[in-house]
């Protein structure tokens, strides 16, 4: 790591660099994912505002709002991310200043081991533009965030480091 | 409407140590108050030198005791056993008979505002709980530090009162584990060091400090060593001695890899002089373990620590200065402010202390660490902390993390399959 810490955004929206809010559910303590996505993020060029653990959905919304992030990425893995993840994706998407931005959730969402396709339409259906149960790879991601239109996507770095 | 036991959990540590035995200790909590009451009498009847453990579940952590009420009424089972919901009645027909001099009990829970959880604690007569005012907030919460470490402060004093009743009240620092893995030594030994003199500053006399089983026999050895040196450098005047976690990141997936695992940390506690072991189980990887599977990592690990007490310890090879770096971390805090509580708050702020990877916003977030080629667990980054030259300063990457998070487990599970293919009369088909 060089520079900034885990929580401290640097740079500014004009730079044209891709900005992604990391964040975890409410009732989530768990913090290596989130650590391991912070910094594959920023290995490709991504520039990474993490909230952390156990995140109340009130502080997420005013941290959208706040920096204004290109993406929010949503990690979790204890189990509850399907209730948690309805809740927080009606807050996202009723609100004005959210509606729009794209928003997406993945790891390990339920408490059975394999990922259960009803509940993941559902997500997609209640408003997540991409949900990555917890037999997707970070490549996944990384694809998806490129997939994105040209001024955020666009601004990622070619070069980047080996996948994950 | 107790018995008190006549021995103290430091007491019985110590005469357990001076008959040569390492205690050895589950984790340990279920919400229905019978399963509770059996999983500490199985305990003590295991056969080998044990304390009980009553782990409290999370919304007690959390303070929530709405969620906490709603699920009890709903028969919805906890993680854990919640002391300060149930009437006082009932913690006793759990202890009754179980809980003696020769089975001491202690509560474990993850709090940082723990207030209400010693007030019960202290209302039972219970003599013995763990945590600490950044070891239980920095990781798994967002409480402001500051508020952490009054409220540990309050804790501490309220729990020290209870001495006046023939009482000696034990804290168990659980600065030793720090996100369970990827701390380096140094800063494990300084903020289990520093948390045992703000416990003595609030009023108690009798605490432990901790050590969680890293990435290297050898650096855990020596890191255990200094521990001892720094605990009575610094905590000559009250009853102390160090314990052991066994591995608290991610664990082996193979059943023997993960017996391995818990031996040598048995090991490590024996050589290192520890005077008590917190055991996992191999169902740790998958889920929960059950009463049984505690039982027998029980027995296992006090084996283990048996054979190693018979062979005899031997010295560490080469000294890499993690007695140095922890004592110039704790001198540096110290002079921050004559309370402890100040002194720790301020050195996260001024980024004196930095636990890396930890995103708690109270945390500097500077610092990096890494598992070297050689196995041993490095700092990539020390950000602001006075722990001077450090060689290879790097940067991490994601891919790295991953390598250092999951190189304990790769190592055992490798090692084990390679043993089930060499040596297989050993294992009975299935077993692995």
């Known amino acids: 790591m060089t520079g900034s810490g885990p929580v401290r ?33 920023e290995q490709a060029g991504i520039r990474v505002r993490n909230l952390g653990a156990c995140v109340p959905t009130s502080s997420l919304l005013d941290a959208v709002d706040d920096w204004r992030p290109d993406v929010v990425v949503i990690s979790t893995v204890n189990g509850h991310g399907y209730p948690d993840g309805r809740h927080l994706i009606g807050e996202f998407r009723a609100r004005p200043s959210s509606r729009s931005i794209p928003i997406v959730i993945g790891g390990k969402l339920g408490i059975a081991g394999a990922s259960d396709r009803h509940r993941i339409r559902e997500l997609v259906r209640l408003g997540f533009d991409a949900v ?16 994105l239109p040209t001024t955020t996507a666009g601004a990622m770095r070619s070069e980047r480091g080996p996948a994950c | 409407m107790l018995t008190y036991p006549s021995a103290s ?21 279920f919400s229905a108050p019978e399963t509770m009451r059996r999983g500490l009498i199985e305990v003590r009847r295991s056969g080998v030198p044990t304390v009980g453990t009553i ?16 699920a009890l009424d709903d028969g919805v089972s ?18 009754e008979g179980v809980w003696s001099s020769e089975f001491p009990v202690q509560v474990r829970h993850g709090c940082p505002l723990p207030e209400d959880i010693f007030a019960a604690i202290s209302d039972l007569g219970l003599d013995a709980s763990e945590g600490g005012p950044v070891s239980y907030c920095l990781p798994y919460s967002r409480v402001p530090l500051e508020d952490s470490i009054e409220a540990w402060a309050r804790a501490c004093e309220r729990f020290a009162a209870t001495s006046g009743r023939g009482v000696l009240p034990h804290v168990e620092s659980f600065g030793g584990c720090m996100l369970g893995q990827l701390c380096p030594p140094s800063l494990l030994l300084a903020l289990t060091v520093l948390e045992g003199i703000f416990f003595r500053a609030h009023g108690l006399t009798s605490v432990s400090l901790s050590y969680a089983q890293q990435t290297h026999p050898e650096q855990d050895l020596e890191a255990l060593t200094a521990l001892r040196r720094l605990g009575q450098e610094f905590l000559s005047d009250i009853d102390w001695h160090t314990v052991v976690y066994a591995y608290m990141g991610v664990y082996p997936f193979e059943r023997l890899a993960a017996e391995a695992l818990l031996r040598d940390a048995a090991e490590l506690a024996v050589r290192g002089g520890a005077r008590r072991l917190l055991v996992k189980t191999p ?11 505690n039982v027998r990592s029980l027995r296992l690990a006090a084996a283990a620590a048996a054979e190693v007490g018979n062979a005899g310890t031997s010295g560490i090879r080469r000294e890499t200065g993690i007695y140095e770096e922890a004592g110039a971390l704790i001198e540096a805090v110290l002079e921050l402010g004559e309370d402890p509580g100040t002194a720790l708050g301020r050195a996260f702020e001024r980024g004196l202390l930095d636990v890396p990877y930890c995103l708690h916003p109270d945390n500097p977030g500077r610092a990096r660490s890494y598992v070297d080629e050689t196995g041993r667990l490095r700092w ?23 390598a250092s998070l999951y190189y ?15 040596k297989p009369e050993g294992i009975e088909p299935g077993e692995i």
Not at chain 1, 132 to 147: A, G, Q
Not at chain 2, 9 to 29: E, N, T, W
Not at chain 2, 408 to 422: G, N, P
């Open chain 2, 9 to 29: 959990f430091g007491g019985y540590v110590d005469s357990a140590y001076r008959s040569g035995d390492l205690v050895v200790q589950p984790r340990m909590g």
């Open chain 2, 408 to 422: 304990v487990q790769r190592k055992y599970d490798r090692r084990a399959s390679h043993e089930a293919c060499v």
């Open chain 2, 55 to 70: 782990t409290l579940d999370s919304y007690t952590r959390t303070g929530d005791y709405q969620a906490l009420r709603r």
């Open chain 2, 78 to 95: 906890l993680n854990g056993f919640p002391i300060v919901t149930y009437p006082h009645e009932v913690t006793a027909s759990v202890l």
């Open chain 2, 380 to 402: 990539a980054s020390v950000g602001a902390m006075p722990i001077g030259q450090v060689a290879d300063t790097r940067e991490i990457t994601g891919s790295d993390l991953l």
């Open chain 1, 132 to 147: 990555f149960p917890d037999d997707s790879d970070f490549v996944e991601l990384e694809s998806f965030l490129r997939s």
């Open chain 1, 9 to 41: 955004p640097t740079g500014s929206a004009e730079d044209g660099v891709m900005r992604v809010l990391l964040s975890s559910v409410p009732s989530d303590a768990h913090t290596w994912n989130l650590v391991f996505l912070q910094l594959a993020l």
């Open chain 2, 283 to 293: 169902a740790e990887a998958h889920r929960i373990p059950t009463i049984a599977e």
